[in-house]
């Protein structure tokens, strides 16, 4: 069936330090791809998406593009803050009749001032 | 803030017991869905209502049922409560006309619910 797998966190950086947080996806046909955070003590926001191959999804910089020949939407950012403190999901959605959203594990992410 | 709150924020309950949770939309979200979410997993679609109709659902087994009423809130029920129900419980909900998943949709903080 359709899955996706996320790197295991926590990942722990420093301020200002470039983000990636890795991505890989399994699915039937060509899904859409979307990375959710969860800020503590909040509920999960959509932060990007991207709905077909070589689409680049932005949102607050960050920035993940879809692959179609690696099966992967890795995130990005190239200056991370302290406010990126939380929980980022990645995600999709296949393109069949059950078009049910399907997430990762959760990553994890901590930023040290 | 999504303007989607939840209740209650947490629940304990023990095995064989059944348990309501509720969800209250925006104004004009006609869409919710429900989550259940394990700890150190990520969320697992459960089902999702519009116009106060089921019209999706997970693989999750019938003791897991809904409702949706006319003024926006919603409720998930689960009966014959099992040890593996302990998790977080999230609702989400779209605007009327965005009923696709492709659409963005809010998220609710979520009920915490312990299984003993």
């Known amino acids: 069936g359709d899955s996706v797998t996320q790197m295991e966190g926590p990942v722990t950086l420093s301020e200002e330090a470039f983000l990636t947080i890795n991505c890989t996806y399994t699915a039937t046909g060509y899904p859409s791809l979307f990375w959710y955070v969860q800020y503590p003590g909040e509920g999960l926001q959509l932060l990007l998406k991207?709905?077909?191959?070589?689409d680049k999804g932005s949102n607050k910089g960050f920035e993940a593009t879809y692959r179609k020949e690696t099966t992967s939407f890795h995130l990005e950012k190239g200056s991370v803050q302290v406010s990126d403190s939380a929980v980022y999901f990645c995600?999709?959605?296949?393109?069949?009749?059950?078009?049910?959203?399907?997430f990762g594990k959760g990553t994890r992410l901590h930023i040290l001032p | 803030e999504t303007g989607v709150t939840q209740s209650p924020t947490h629940l304990i309950k023990t095995r064989g017991q059944q348990v309501t949770l509720r969800c209250s939309s925006q104004?004009?979200?006609?869409?919710v869905s429900w989550y259940q979410q394990a700890l150190g997993q990520g969320p697992q679609f459960i089902f999702q209502y519009y116009r106060e109709e089921e019209n999706g659902r997970g693989n999750f087994p019938p003791r897991f049922s809904g409702l949706q009423f006319p003024n926006y809130s919603s409720e998930l029920n689960v009966n014959a409560l099992e040890l593996d129900d302990s998790a977080l419980y999230l609702c989400?909900?779209?605007?009327?006309?965005?009923?696709?998943?492709?659409?963005?949709?809010?998220f609710g903080p979520g009920t915490r619910l312990t299984v003993l």
């Open positions: 989400a909900s779209r605007p009327k006309g965005q009923n696709s998943f492709f659409d963005e949709q809010f």
């Open positions: 991207a709905t077909k191959a070589d």
């Open positions: 104004s004009g979200h006609n869409t």
């Open positions: 995600a999709l959605i296949s393109m069949n009749r059950d078009d049910k959203i399907i």
